[in-house]
T-cell receptor, first 110, second 116 residues
């Protein structure tokens, strides 16, 4: 059974810092991994989808890496801004649906 | 990608009543899902909504409690029946674009349900 773990659970940083969010999964037989952002009380916004054949995927200030063999992914956020404050979730497919981690809640202070 | 809307965005309901949540997608999609997010928790899959057949429910979820309709490839409803305060959650629909097991998923804005 696939399990997804995210550390840290919460993170507070001053504006401008670069930061790394971590995601690990127990079953490395995945086709892809997806990172989402969730604002309080809202739905999920897809940030990055990284295929199993890729090692990295970039979108603006975000960079996601994937190491299938070790069951790990990282989301790197460069030059953080207060608007980046949200919960970040990673998810991997199991069958047709997704298994989610519990998320990292990020707070960026100005 | 896909644009997904949900109605209602939030509701406050009395114990013992039922609420139907609607999910509309801007394009035809094969895979549509319903998730629940309880307070302070991550998302848990309730069921896969299948067009033209019964939904496929995950362990711990049953059709009598969460009946689902999928009349076409752009629309689905989830009903939360005989509600109790434990049903207070955010309910989200999502669609999968791409191959089964390797798809990218997009989510609606969610329906925030509070049961008194």
């Amino acid at each position: 059974k696939q399990e997804v773990t995210q550390i840290p659970a919460a993170l507070s940083v001053p504006e401008g810092e670069n930061l790394v969010l971590n995601c690990s999964f127990t079953d490395s037989a995945i086709y892809n991994l997806q990172w989402f952002r969730q604002d309080p009380g809202k739905g999920l916004t897809s940030l990055l989808l990284i295929q199993s054949s890729q090692r990295e995927q970039t979108s603006g200030r975000l960079n996601a890496s994937l190491d299938k063999s070790s069951g790990r992914s990282t989301l790197y956020i460069a030059a953080s801004q207060p608007g980046d404050s949200a919960t970040y979730l990673c998810a991997v497919p199991q069958g047709t649906a997704l298994i989610f981690g519990k998320g990292t809640t990020l707070s960026v202070s100005s | 990608s896909a644009v997904i809307s949900q109605k209602p965005s939030r509701d406050i309901c009395q114990r013992g009543t039922s609420l139907t949540i609607q999910c509309q997608v801007d394009s035809q999609v094969t895979m549509m899902f319903w998730y629940r997010q309880q307070p302070g928790q991550s998302l848990t899959l309730i069921a896969t909504a299948n067009q033209g057949s019964e939904a496929t429910y995950e362990s711990g979820f049953v059709i009598d409690k969460f009946p689902i309709s999928r009349p076409n490839l752009t629309f689905s409803t989830l009903t939360v029946s005989n509600m109790s305060p434990e049903d207070s959650s955010i309910y989200l629909c999502s669609v999968g674009i791409g191959l089964a097991g390797a798809n990218e998923q997009f989510f609606g804005p969610g329906t925030r349900l509070t049961v008194l």
